[in-house]
């Protein structure tokens, strides 16, 4: 690990020097209540809220609370309150798949397109507290669809794209969604994505009584009679006001879903006020985004990322952000630097995996693009390996843009660790520190805590607005799930080192979530599409370091008596998985094996099978637990 520290560059100026971040810092520590209910008066409040947080970590069936008698709309903080003075100030640069084919959307006509879908939900009998799902591209209406839902109260579920049918289907009816907005077609990288085709296939699963279908490509797409409406053939009926809901601060704002270690994935809620001020506050923290600034964060509305930091945080700042329904490799590996020159984006914010990918293509891609206006870099989603920070920084910032690797996850709504671009000094690798107003600590097995520099597991003690408040349905399952381990803390999954300087060194996740590139995949969601293959009998799955997409998918899997493995059957396999889950989740490595190892209880022993994937031959530990320990020989001459 690298332990150069760069200093803030010179030249940089933010908002928050390092004598303001102490003052924070202090402000906490004298008195949190009053720092966080300083924090939620960057919104406008129908009602301002008396009281911040009242929760605990500790009892099952505890609530987590923050801004409790508080009333507002995120919507109207979006768009409304920004409408007197700067309605025609462009709030979202819409950059298309082909360079150069997109438009810019200002605050006012983004207002008015969101008020016009909050009609026609209105009017198709959705209400406050009803589910919609949101499947689309990467195109303003995707804002204006999930803006409208915060306007009338219903609560969004958005989904990637790249899920499959039968992904969407079981997070319809997991929500009991009763509306699907999408388009007729995706385009990204040149490749056209059957959106609604994709739409009908689940909804053959359980149906909805309605599907709103944007055009995106004007593709021919089946409609079905009273159930699905083309967008375009109702808007200019639609009016373009409409009365936004004063919502409870404690109302959910939107479900998304997520993977964990066990089970199919849950549906992690956010509710409205507390989202909106941590999302609000750390964009204007870590992105020190001002007016003739243009931020661009390169995630998907499909995650989190999407939702905090090209949606709702932008948006409630005021800022001027890109909506990018591109990849960075099309139609060439300079599409990032080619668009930040065309458009002159001041401040972007991508994933470690895409980093590292272009850094691999060579420093011309990159050098051939002026990048003058960037002052200020970020990365989310992984941890980034120093070699490909130092490049980031060294090549894509030419040395003078601070990079803020921030570090946090859907359940936290925001960002919890991170440099203050303008006071931090950063170490490449580290995120940093925790922002003020969040306590972490590290932990051992055994739950003690690890004092100075340690490593451990990483807990938070204390709750912060953004966090959410339970699993969709499952109140149970959360408390199980980030409070049981250490209880009364929430455990976040990551590993994590704590340097002498008090620097925080995510070290990935120690449960049985695997992060392939940025995203998100549960073991037990991978195994569970393996062993419905009729020929399988038991699969196990683990991640192992990949160059690029940082972990990669390996999957152990023994077969029926009778059945032979081969690429065909590796080939169909994948191929389960991509229809199971979507192509995000597909396994690089398939190992047929005779038999798991298991110890004589019956229980997986995933540490051996994650050394074997990772490539190491020996050192598996203790075995002795082992039912059988001859099975370690037998993998390990199948190893792929
Ligand atoms: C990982 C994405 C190291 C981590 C916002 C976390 C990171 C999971 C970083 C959450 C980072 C995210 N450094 N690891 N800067 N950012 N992670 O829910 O393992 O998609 O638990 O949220 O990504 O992924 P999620």
Redesign the pocket.
Known sequence: MSAETHPVPQDFRARIGPDELAALRRAFDADPDAFWLDQAQRLDWEKAPSQAGDWSFAEEGFAIRWYGDGQLNLSVNCLDRHLPAHGDRTALIFEADEPGTGRTVTYRELYEETCRFANLLKQRGIARGDRVMIYMPMIPEAAAAMLACARIGAIHSVVFGGFSPESLAGRIKDCDACCVITADEGVRGGKYIPLKRNVDTALEMGDVPTVIVVKRTGEDVPMKHGRDIFYEDWRGALATDCAPEAMNAEDPLFILY?SGSTGKPKG?VHTTGGYAVWAATTFDWIFDCREDDIFWCTADIG???GH?YVVYGPLMNRATSVMFDGVPNYPDFGRFWETIDRLGVTIFYTA?TAIRALEREGDNWVTRHKRSSLRLLG??????NPDAWEWYWRVVGDGRCPVV????????GG?L??PFPGATPMKPGS?TQPLPGITAELVDAEGKTLDGAASGNLVLTSSWPGQMRTVWGDHARFFETYFSTYRGKYF???GCRRDEDGYYW????VDD?I?VS???IGSAEVESALVSHRKVAEAAVVGFPHDIKGQAIYAFVTLNAGEEGNDDLRKELIQEVRHDIGALAAPDKIHFTPALPKTRSGKIMRRILRKIAEGETQGFGDTSTLADPSVVDALLTGRQ
């Open positions: 997520t992690v995650w989190i990322t905090s470690p990365t989310v989603g992984e941890p980034i690797d921030t570090w946090w996850q859907t359940e936290t960002i660790i991170s995120a976040t999954g990551d995510i070290t990935g996740r979530v992060n940025g995203h998100r």
